[in-house]
Each structure stands twice: as structure tokens, then as C-alpha cells.
């Protein structure tokens, strides 16, 4: 069998999913098949890489030992509750044990209309095929947890949008698929067998070190807490906005899901959003750790029921876990940020606080400026040479060095430290453009070579130069679409 299925998900009670199988596409393509994934995932590389594969991975063919499926799920969108959304343009085939010893979902995105469509098409458009593709894998290389890129096909059909649009078919890789929006919709069915069901689900997958936890759905909102908490400070460490924070777009798991209309920042703005829809900055770069912690809340409340039988205890219990969200976001922001200055545990948090505050006043560019500190140990020129008015620059640099001198940390450690976390190169929007605007031409070269850049991100390489810009005025990206 071309892939090694055990279909945990679907044995679960037919109120989880729908069961319905991809539609086929016209005339299928690979755009690019990641072969070292489908090794990690058992997968022989040289097999998949192949007609039968390309039909697989299309939607053409169900493979054997797949038992497509469509999640059911809720979601708050923009704060608003939406009580079934569901898997409305994915299928999940089943999932494969990764060599790390833990299972990972097959899903297709784009494959055709499911139980879940409401009026969508169930299709993908190029772009946002292309976008995932390539922001997911640099994630996985930036050291971010995320899914995968398992595949980017070419389906032949058109999909209709604002515009006319050539279609695409992903092949997501996850730890799983399941949302804080899959506990809100059988809550909000008043399933609260099936949420029992899901929550021992969870924790056994996700979470096996707190299965005999003596109240489960409790310890099933901490860990998420705990894992959300890191997400997204480590989202701020390089830059990353994600644009959509809908609870149904945050994963149990703790793995970044559902790259919409994500985007980096170019100049340092805590405010800063790009997404089109989001009109009041509600997912805005700065108002992430609210947002995850806002998310959270929607999370304790669905599983109130299961928390205790008495309400008002349940909500003291809860209330207790997400009171804790700040102390578990801000020593992981601290420790991001103490990285990203070349200090270790928190120490460096009040260095970041004021080079940021100077790279708000003087707008310079996030990535740039970090990646120059790499550097500024040996020569400081380059870092200087950023900021339109230096002199507070160079005090900052001169207080920060005094600093590591009385820690007595070398600066072989902080610079080691920095280059390990500080990118040369990110998916910086305008590039993703670019690739976007050549593929719909079916020219995927600019794509492969973004692609093949950002697979070491952290990594100096003449390559990699042309990549680590910020864009020019005329090319700066302002808004960003979900093109769904
Ligand atoms: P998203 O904004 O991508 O997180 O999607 C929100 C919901 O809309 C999910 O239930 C999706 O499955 C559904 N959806 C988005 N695009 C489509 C589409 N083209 N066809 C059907 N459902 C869609
Ligand atoms: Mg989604």
C-alpha cells in the first residue's frame, strides 16, 4: 500500500464527519511533490512521485486504505459564532504514522464540494495553494510549529472568484485537523457525549501526558493554553501575522493552521494588519496574544460541561486556567525576544522592549533590523546604517553591550544565539506576489526558487540575498485576501 493508513478519526462516531469522496479535476499537474516529507511520513518518495500519485494527490483516485472524510466543526469568525462550518473545500484521506512515531493527517484542500460547502465550490484557487505551499514549509524551516506541505498540484479547471482563476489541489500534512471550533460544535449540538469523546481523543493524541489527568477537558484547555501561548510568541519572534484567528482555525495541536491571508510584517508596527476582511485590526500583529487568549476563553466555555456538573464551579475552574494565560504568554515572549538580542532565559526582554520601541519611531524594517544585530558584535555599521537617526541606536547598542560584558556572555554565544534565531530571509509578501502573479501564468520558477531559499532561512548565502529586501515602495503589499 503507496501509504501506510490507520484511520483513527474515522472510527470515530458518525457525528465527527461526513463521509464523501474528492471530485475528480481535469487535467492534473504536479507543481511540486516534497519528497523528504513523504519519507518522514513512510511514504515511498519514488512511488508517490508518479501517475498513480498525481491521481491520488488530485483527488482523482482514492487510494487504497483511505476512507475520505469531511470534519464537522464550528467556528467564531470575527467574534461571531457560526455554529456549522465544517471541512467545506477539504477531505481528509486518513492518517500515516511520521517517523517521529506520531500520527499525521492526510487532507486534500481543494477537492471538491462536501456536506460542508454551503455555497462555496469546494475548490482552491492557485494562489492560495501556492501561498500555503510555501509559507507552511518556511515555518517548518523558520523552527515554527506548523503544517505541512505535502503537495502542490494543478488541476486543469478554472475556479471562479473576484476573478477567473487557474485551480489548485494542497495536500496538507497536520498533526491533526482537529480545532478549538471542533469542541465548540458539539457543544453548541449539545453533544456532550461526543465532546467527551473528542476530548479523551485530543488528549490520547496530543496530549498523552495528561490523559489520566484527574479532570480531563481541564487539562485538555490547559495544554492547549500552554501550546497556544508559545505558538504565538514564537509568531512574533519572526514577524508573523496571521490574519485570521478564527477558533476554527486554531488547532488543538498547537501547529499554526490555515495560512488565508497571512502575512509578515515589513516595518515594525504593533498595529499592523494586512488582511482585506479584517477592517478593525482584531488580528492585527500586536493583538495576537489577546486574540489566542480570547480564543481560549471560547475553548473553556464549550467544554464547561465536562469541566464539572455544577456550572458555577466549572467556571471558577476555568476561569482559574485562562486567568494563567499571561503567565504563560509573556515569559515565552520574553524568552523569544531575549534570543533575538543574543541573551538567554529572559534577560534580554527590557533590550528587545527598547529596540523595538526605536525600530517603531524610526520604521524600520522587522527582519532587516535583526538580522544586522546578528552581526552588530563585529561591526555595527550595517545595523547603524538602518535608522534614519542613529544616536539613539548606538546608545542602545552601547548599553546592550555593557550588559553582555557584566553577564559575561562572549560574543561567539551571542552572536550564535542571534544567527539562530534572527532569519536572512523570510516569505516576504511581496515575493509571495510575485511567485503568485508568475504561477497563474504557469511559470513556476520564481516559486521554486523561493521555495528552495527559504528551506534554510537562518543561513547567509549569496542565493539568498536577492530575497532579503524589504520591498520598494511600489512593491509593498497592503492588503492581503483570503481568496477562498
Ligand atoms: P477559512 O476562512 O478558510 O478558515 O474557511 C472558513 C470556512 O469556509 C470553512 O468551513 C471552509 O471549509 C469554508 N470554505 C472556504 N472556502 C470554501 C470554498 N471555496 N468552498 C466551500 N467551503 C469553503
Ligand atoms: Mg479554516
Known amino acids: 500500500m503507496l501509504f501506510p493508513f490507520q484511520n483513527t478519526y474515522a472510527r470515530l462516531p458518525e457525528s465527527f464527519f461526513a463521509r464523501i469522496d474528492p471530485t475528480p479535476v481535469s487535467s492534473p499537474e504536479w507543481i511540486w511533490l516534497n519528497r523528504p516529507l513523504a519519507e518522514e511520513l513512510g511514504i515511498d518518495p519514488d512511488l508517490l512521485d508518479s501517475e498513480d500519485g498525481l ?5 482523482n483516485r482514492v487510494p487504497d486504505g483511505a476512507e475520505p472524510i469531511a470534519a464537522a466543526y464550528s467556528g467564531h469568525q470575527f467574534g461571531g459564532f457560526s455554529p456549522v462550518l465544517g471541512d467545506g473545500r477539504a477531505i481528509l484521506f486518513g492518517e500515516v504514522v511520521h517517523r517521529d512515531g506520531s500520527p499525521r493527517d492526510i487532507q ?9 460547502s454551503r455555497r462555496g465550490d469546494g475548490r482552491s484557487a492557485l494562489g492560495p495553494v501556492l501561498r500555503e505551499t510555501i509559507v507552511s514549509e518556511a515555518m517548518h524551516a523558520l523552527g515554527i510549529p506548523t503544517t505541512r506541505a505535502l503537495a502542490a498540484v494543478w488541476s486543469g479547471d478554472k475556479v471562479y472568484r473576484e476573478e477567473v482563476e487557474p485551480g489548485g489541489v494542497f495536500t496538507r500534512v497536520a498533526r491533526s485537523h482537529l480545532r478549538i471550533g471542533t469542541c465548540e460544535y458539539f457543544a453548541s449540538q449539545g453533544d456532550f457525549e461526543g465532546l467527551q469523546v473528542l476530548v479523551h481523543y485530543a488528549l490520547n493524541r ?12 481541564l487539562a485538555l484547555l490547559e495544554g492547549v493554553m500552554e501550546r497556544q501561548a508559545n505558538l504565538v510568541a514564537r509568531w512574533m519572534g519572526i514577524g508573523f501575522i496571521h490574519g485570521v484567528m478564527n477558533t476554527d482555525n486554531v488547532s488543538l495541536s498547537g501547529e499554526t493552521i490555515d495560512y488565508g491571508p497571512c502575512a509578515f510584517l515589513d516595518r515594525y508596527d504593533p498595529a499592523k494588519k494586512f488582511s482585506f476582511i479584517d477592517r478593525n485590526g482584531r488580528y492585527a500583529y500586536g493583538n495576537q496574544p489577546n486574540i489566542a487568549h480570547w480564543n481560549l476563553a471560547r475553548l473553556a466555555e464549550a467544554l464547561l460541561p465536562l469541566v464539572a456538573d455544577d456550572e458555577p464551579q466549572a467556571i471558577r475552574r476555568v476561569t482559574e486556567v485562562l486567568e494563567r494565560f499571561p503567565d504563560c504568554f509573556r515569559p515565552e515572549w520574553a524568552k523569544t525576544f531575549s ?12 533590550h528587545a522592549e527598547r529596540l523595538l520601541g526605536l525600530m517603531e519611531d524610526q520604521a524600520l524594517d522587522f527582519t532587516l533590523t535583526f538580522r544586522h544585530l546578528r552581526d552588530a558584535l563585529s ?5 547603524l ?16 553591550r555593557g550588559h553582555l560584558d557584566q553577564l559575561a556572555i562572549p560574543v561567539e554565544t551571542a552572536t550564535s544565539t542571534m544567527r539562530s534565531v534572527n532569519p536572512v530571509v523570510i516569505p516576504r509578501n511581496h515575493r509571495l506576489e510575485e511567485v503568485i502573479a508568475a504561477g497563474k501564468n504557469r511559470n513556476f520558477a520564481p516559486f521554486h526558487q523561493l521555495r528552495e531559499t527559504l528551506r534554510s532561512p537562518y543561513e547567509e548565502r549569496p542565493e ?3 530575497f532579503e529586501s524589504p520591498p520598494l515602495p511600489s512593491e509593498e503589499v497592503r492588503a492581503t485576501f483570503c481568496g477562498t
Open 339 to 350: 534570543a533575538k538580542v543574543g541573551m538567554s532565559g529572559e534577560g534580554g526582554k527590557e
Open 464 to 466: 539568498a540575498s536577492a
Open 206 to 217: 496530543h496530549y498523552p501526558e495528561r490523559v489520566d489527568s484527574e479532570n480531563p477537558a
Open 385 to 400: 546604517r538602518l535608522f534614519p537617526r542613529p544616536d539613539p541606536a548606538r546608545e542602545w547598542l552601547s548599553q546592550w
Open 379 to 383: 561591526d555595527e555599521s550595517p545595523f
Open 108 to 116: 486534500l484542500k481543494g477537492s471538491g464540494p462536501t456536506p460542508f
Open 55 to 59: 491521481a491520488f494527490l488530485s483527488g
